[in-house]
């Protein structure tokens, strides 16, 4: 099990003057002008103050805009004196890699100023698999068909969009390798579209986490316009309810797997998995409200990879398709049935499990228990079973 990052900071490049957004005889540039009252720059450092880990955010501003920063008022100790950034965005990342090198994070997240609408949830799916690679960036899948030309006129080639995503940011690596990268890309004569393909370049291992549509980055005027109906609620949702049913039999054994909790018992449930009943019909409830079908679809039991697999895999797929679509978890409903073993000491472990896996709060999950009063095979202790409802809220069709 890799050990907790010591530390984590953040660069948010906003060195630049924005002029692509200026419209309506606005001058201000793009990080400086408010949404529902709010500087985008001020609403992109809100969503990383939210992380208790990270430890320091480095602002990397335009020379001209001092002014402008201070006026945004913000008094977090963790936000660090801003440095002025360098005529490039690449330049302008590099320039705060060597101001926090004295400090040595031992991961860095690099982020746009201009998108102030990132979920927590992308933030710490970064984070996280920054355990097992040397960076990593949310992207989403293409919708439109990409066609290539060569004169921007005629179409010489159609790309195969099932193998091409739209990177977003943070982008977060390992802080000595990333600095590293860039010092080394600064001698090349090459401009590099985003510090990912920096870290491609230097042969870091990169791994993708699901974006999220609203992670959007504000560039033309219109962009305004967007993220001011995003605040007021103005993108049709809709909600969804999905339910959830699981069952299995107990056999020999000496543990069981319940909502993600290992719990010591004189069987164990018979599956293909590691038979954690609750999570499936938890599973099951989120497909069931998106119409994804159920897990035996996604996850066959015809399939060797998934003999003895965590359930929680399973269960951060369905999260992950309801983020794909856009949408949001609002809350989940567990129940499980069984005489034995007794649950109720083990639901604050499960609830994080579950929150964590999912990026939501725990508030939002309800895990109970319940016996059938002796009656049944659940009463006779041949098994268990599990009940769960879902509510999500996704954008409507229309």
């Known amino acids: 099990m890799s050990t ?6 953040v660069i948010i490049v906003a060195a630049g003057k924005g002029e692509r957004a200026q419209g309506s005889g606005d001058a201000t540039p793009k990080q400086y002008r408010t949404i529902a009252g709010r500087a985008v720059l001020a609403r992109t450092i809100d969503a990383f103050l939210a992380f208790d880990a990270i430890s320091q955010i480095l602002p990397v501003i335009h020379p001209d805009h001092t002014e402008r920063f201070d006026a945004l008022g913000l008094s977090d100790p963790r936000i660090l004196a801003p440095i002025n950034g360098s005529t490039t965005r690449q330049a302008s990342v590099l320039e705060g890699l060597k ?26 799916d970064v984070i996280a698999v920054l355990a097992q690679y040397d960076g990593a960036l949310p992207t989403v899948p ?50 590099f579209t985003d510090d990912a393909e920096i870290a491609e370049w230097a042969g870091m291992r990169v791994a993708m986490v699901m974006g999220e549509r609203n992670n959007i980055k504000i560039t033309h005027p219109e962009d305004f316009q967007r993220a001011e109906r995003m605040l007021q609620g103005d993108i049709a949702m809709e909600t969804r309810v999905g339910t959830g049913f699981d069952v ?29 009943v609750a999570l499936h019909a938890l599973t099951d409830a989120i497909l069931g409200a998106i119409g994804e079908g159920d897990i035996g679809i996604h996850f066959p039991p015809s399939d060797m990879q998934w003999k003895g697999a965590a359930s929680t895999i399973f269960l951060k797929h369905a999260g992950d398709l309801v983020a794909k679509r856009g949408g949001r978890i609002v809350n989940l409903d567990v129940t499980i049935v069984c005489e034995a073993p007794r649950i109720a000491k083990h639901v604050p472990a ?42 999500v809220e996704v954008p409507r069709d229309e």
Do not use: Y
Request: with cysteine; charged share 25%.
């Open 142 to 191: 293409l919708t439109d068909t990409i066609k290539r030309s060569l004169d921007g006129r005629e179409v010489v080639a159609t790309e195969d969009r099932r193998l091409l995503s739209a990177a977003q940011t943070p982008q977060g690596f390992r802080f000595g390798q990333i600095f590293s990268a860039h010092m080394r890309a600064g001698n090349v004569r090459r401009e």
């Open 350 to 391: 499960m609830c994080t499990v579950i929150s964590q896996t999912l990026g939501i709060k725990p508030d939002r999950i309800a895990v109970k228990a319940t016996t059938s009063e002796r009656l049944g095979f659940t009463g006779r202790e041949e098994g268990i079973v599990a009940m769960a409802s879902a509510s």
């Open 248 to 276: 299995h039999s107990f056999e020999p054994g000496d543990h069981v797997w319940l909502g993600g909790v290992r719990i010591e018992h004189h069987s164990k449930l018979n599956g293909h998995s590691d038979s954690d």
């Open 4 to 9: 907790r990052p010591k530390s984590i900071a």
């Open 99 to 124: 101001a926090l090198a004295p400090s040595r994070p031992d991961l860095v997240l690099i982020q746009d100023a201009a998108r102030p609408f990132t979920d927590p949830k992308v933030i710490g």
